[in-house]
């Protein structure tokens, strides 16, 4: 039986034209559809969202759409810049903008950061754990101009560190995705039973 190719969206949460982010997530993206995933590109320099209005944003232009690509996804590669110690604004605005079509997915972050990302990574698994999302077990992280200078990666070991982060991606978002199916197909109680009912 052949198996569904994963699908991933890469969601560039910097509004810099020239950011190092966006730079290893569409190197991500490059990578992961050389292993035959499915990748769609959400960038959000090119793509924005209006400010997030729970009264409004469900309605606005272009958002049903968006959210056929969200909910399409198994997997979110979720690139973000470390502003004082949190996600950019356009990274959380998206992130405001869905919930159940997280759950039971894969989230796995991308920090540009100079302080390794801690802080960053913690707030992305937060948003992932109140979606009912999974995380991969560690986040990606790296340094401007000794990681990756001028739009190219130049430090061998990041490089090392990102090849281990697309295979683990890659085979974990493939068996994640195969599980949420069948749960979503069977019987067997599970917190996806939940979202069982709504299908």
């Given at each position: 039986m052949i198996e569904?190719?994963?699908?991933?969206?890469?969601?560039?949460?910097?509004?810099?034209?020239?950011?190092?982010?966006?730079?290893?997530v569409k190197h991500v993206s490059r990578?992961?559809?050389?292993?035959?995933?499915?990748?769609?590109?959400?960038?959000?320099?090119?793509?924005?969202?209006?400010?997030?209005?729970?009264d409004s944003a469900h309605g606005a232009h272009g958002f049903d759409a968006l959210k056929k690509r969200v909910e399409r996804a198994d997997v979110y590669v979720l690139g973000t810049p470390d502003y004082h110690g949190s996600v950019s604004s356009a990274m959380k605005n998206f992130l405001d903008h869905f919930w159940h079509e997280?759950?039971?997915?894969?989230?796995?972050?991308?920090?540009?950061s100079p302080e390794k990302g801690l802080t960053v990574t913690d707030q992305l698994r937060?948003?992932?754990?109140?979606?009912?999302?999974?995380?991969m077990p560690y986040g990606m992280s790296f340094a401007e101009d000794l990681d990756v200078k001028n739009g190219e990666i130049i430090s061998d070991s990041f490089r090392k560190r990102l090849t281990m982060f697309i295979h683990d991606l890659h085979r974990y978002g493939s068996l994640i995705a195969q599980q949420r199916a069948a749960d979503l197909a069977g019987s067997e109680p599970g917190f996806l039973a939940r979202w069982r009912a709504q299908q």
């Open positions: 569904p190719r994963l699908k991933v969206l890469a969601v560039i949460g910097s509004l810099n034209r020239a950011s190092a982010t966006r730079n290893v990578e992961l559809q050389s292993l035959g995933a499915d990748v769609d590109v959400l960038d959000l320099l090119d793509e924005p969202l209006a400010l997030f209005n729970p997280f759950a039971g997915k894969l989230f796995a972050t991308i920090v540009a937060t948003v992932a754990r109140q979606c009912y999302a999974w995380t």
